[in-house]
């Protein structure tokens, strides 16, 4: 059973046409005429026509100069975090190599993308830590070259996240945003050489441009409108559960914000805290509407309700505020991330805690896991064969090509039998 308490308004199906054929026209544009449409489209959309797009080392050392010192410490702090937890990620991803049969071993290797580029956005919020993310995991992975670009705001990209992207060693970092940022990446232009991959959030139409490069280079996911979900019961404190939704609900007008509790009364709490909260937040134009349209509380009759909800919904972000924590832990399967107990919330992975922010939304959560140093590596495979394995494996290989009317697939196989059993005229 399950009773909504308050329920997202029905979402509007939006102009996407309008989007996907301004993403193509932009994208065919830069593919004709390379620099020069970048440029237009820069000059166009964020006043920005510099020299060069490429950021120098005497303007990071600029921007690092300007931060103060316990921002520039509390960088470096979360860019190792992600870093630590990348390198353990990935010493759990070994090579493999076994003789699954007398003389016929077969194996797999683990290689790096040769080339990535990273989009770090900059649009209602200069998103620091997005740099961090995007950057840290192809590097650990391996990858030989991974560049990062991100839009100008006002003299160029926010210092901050300059410094970021320098922290996460980026090998080349430029002042380019937007579709035509991606449109370089992907296709190159004479400053910019084509990368094999492109990663990171952004709006609606970074999102497009990714899915319309898909295939002319890799991706990583298509995130939508950031979301979290939250399950709790009687022993969560509303006013944490709310914070929590509104904390989310900040990032823009379309964020979905739920919680899903086991307690009626809890839910009532939450929503008189919610409203309370709100008119105290800097930022609460943006958190009041995406409360009222896009905020939900369901409430269930049961802890395994709450995980069929869950799941169903399959969020983003999904925090767990109740008695038992670890039991829902076994249970759950369909979400971006998991934050067990009122001492883990959603900030700590978006900032600072070193699990990976580029995550899942639009419950593609059923299908995929969020950006991590596997992302950028290629699990590719290998056979070695003795002769008497190759002639006991090209039997069966040749009556299946037979069998399927591919027969000078069944002559490569059979022509193996001949070779190691007898001469082959």
């Given at each position: 059973?399950?009773?909504?308490l308050?329920?997202?308004?029905?979402?509007?199906?939006?102009?996407?046409?309008?989007?996907?054929?301004?993403?193509?026209?932009?994208?065919?544009?830069?593919?004709?005429?390379g620099?020069?449409?970048?440029?237009?489209y820069?000059?166009?959309?964020?006043?920005w026509?510099?020299?060069?797009?490429?950021?120098?080392?005497?303007?990071?050392?600029?921007?690092?100069?300007?931060?103060?010192?316990?921002?520039?410490?509390?960088?470096?702090?979360?860019?190792?975090?992600v870093?630590?937890?990348?390198?353990?990620?990935?010493?759990?991803?070994?090579?493999?190599?076994?003789?699954?049969?007398?003389?016929?071993?077969?194996?797999?290797?683990?290689?790096?993308?040769a080339?990535?580029?990273?989009?770090?956005?900059?649009?209602?919020?200069?998103?620091?830590?997005s740099?961090?993310?995007?950057?840290?995991?192809?590097?650990?992975?391996?990858?030989?070259?991974?560049?990062?670009?991100?839009p100008?705001?006002?003299?160029?990209?926010y210092?901050?996240?300059?410094?970021?992207?320098?922290?996460a060693?980026?090998?080349?970092?430029?002042?380019l945003?937007?579709?035509?940022?991606?449109?370089?990446?992907?296709?190159?232009?004479?400053?910019?050489?084509?990368?094999d991959?492109?990663?990171?959030?952004?709006?609606?139409?970074?999102v497009?441009?990714?899915?319309?490069?898909?295939?002319?280079?890799?991706?990583?996911?298509?995130?939508?409108?950031?979301?979290?979900?939250?399950?709790?019961?009687?022993?969560?404190?509303?006013?944490?559960?709310?914070?929590?939704?509104?904390?989310?609900?900040?990032?823009?007008?379309?964020s979905?914000a739920?919680?899903?509790?086991?307690?009626?009364?809890?839910?009532?709490?939450?929503?008189?805290?919610?409203?309370?909260?709100?008119p105290?937040?800097?930022?609460?134009?943006?958190?009041?509407?995406?409360?009222?349209?896009?905020?939900?509380?369901?409430?269930?009759?049961?802890?395994?309700?709450?995980?069929?909800?869950?799941?169903?919904?399959?969020?983003?972000?999904?925090?767990?505020?109740?008695?038992?924590?670890?039991?829902?832990?076994?249970?759950?399967?369909?979400?971006?991330?998991?934050?067990?107990?009122?001492?883990?919330t959603?900030?700590?992975?978006?900032?600072?805690?070193?699990?990976?922010?580029?995550?899942?939304?639009?419950?593609?959560?059923?299908?995929?896991?969020?950006?991590w140093?596997?992302?950028?590596?290629?699990?590719?495979?290998?056979?070695?064969?003795?002769?008497?394995?190759?002639?006991?494996?090209?039997?069966r290989?040749?009556?299946?090509?037979?069998?399927?009317?591919?027969?000078?697939?069944?002559?490569?196989?059979r022509?193996?039998?001949?070779?190691?059993?007898?001469?082959?005229?």
């Amino acid at each position: 059973m399950r009773e909504y308490l308050k329920r997202a308004a029905p979402k509007e199906a939006g102009d996407r046409r309008a989007i996907e054929e301004t993403v193509r026209g932009i994208l065919e544009d830069v593919r004709r005429r390379g620099e020069e449409a970048v440029r237009e489209y820069s000059r166009r959309f964020d006043g920005w026509d510099p020299p060069h797009f490429r950021v120098t080392e005497e303007e990071i050392e600029r921007a690092r100069r300007s931060l103060p010192a316990e921002l520039l410490e509390d960088i470096e702090f979360a860019a190792e975090q992600v870093r630590s937890f990348a390198r353990l990620q990935r010493e759990t991803l070994g090579p493999l190599e076994v003789e699954i049969r007398p003389g016929v071993i077969l194996g797999h290797r683990h290689t790096p993308v040769a080339s990535v580029g990273c989009y770090v956005p900059g649009g209602r919020y200069p998103l620091i830590a997005s740099a961090l993310m995007s950057i840290i995991p192809p590097k650990v992975a391996g990858v030989e070259r991974v560049i990062a670009c991100a839009p100008p705001r006002g003299e160029g990209i926010y210092a901050a996240t300059l410094v970021a992207m320098a922290v996460a060693g980026a090998d080349e970092i430029y002042c380019l945003g937007g579709v035509q940022a991606l449109a370089a990446m992907a296709y190159g232009i004479p400053e910019i050489r084509p990368v094999d991959m492109i990663v990171g959030p952004g709006n609606a139409y970074v999102v497009e441009a990714k899915r319309q490069l898909f295939g002319t280079v890799g991706v990583d996911l298509l995130a939508g409108p950031t979301e979290i979900l939250v399950i709790a019961d009687e022993s969560a404190d509303p006013h944490v559960v709310a914070a929590d939704l509104l904390g989310q609900a900040e990032h823009g007008p379309d964020s979905p914000a739920v919680l899903v509790t086991t307690s009626r009364d809890l839910g009532i709490r939450v929503l008189e805290e919610v409203e309370r909260l709100i008119p105290q937040l800097p930022t609460h134009e943006v958190v009041r509407v995406a409360w009222r349209d896009r905020g939900e509380v369901v409430w269930v009759d049961s802890e395994e309700e709450a995980v069929a909800v869950a799941d169903e919904y399959a969020p983003e972000h999904l925090e767990v505020q109740t008695r038992n924590p670890s039991w829902y832990l076994e249970r759950l399967r369909n979400y971006g991330t998991l934050f067990l107990g009122e001492e883990s919330t959603v900030v700590y992975s978006d900032k600072a805690i070193g699990t990976n922010h580029i995550l899942p939304t639009g419950r593609a959560a059923r299908f995929t896991g969020g950006l991590w140093v596997g992302k950028f590596l290629k699990t590719v495979t290998y056979q070695r064969l003795s002769r008497e394995g190759s002639v006991e494996v090209a039997r069966r290989a040749a009556r299946i090509s037979e069998a399927e009317g591919m027969m000078a697939h069944a002559y490569t196989a059979r022509l193996r039998i001949h070779r190691y059993t007898r001469p082959f005229p």
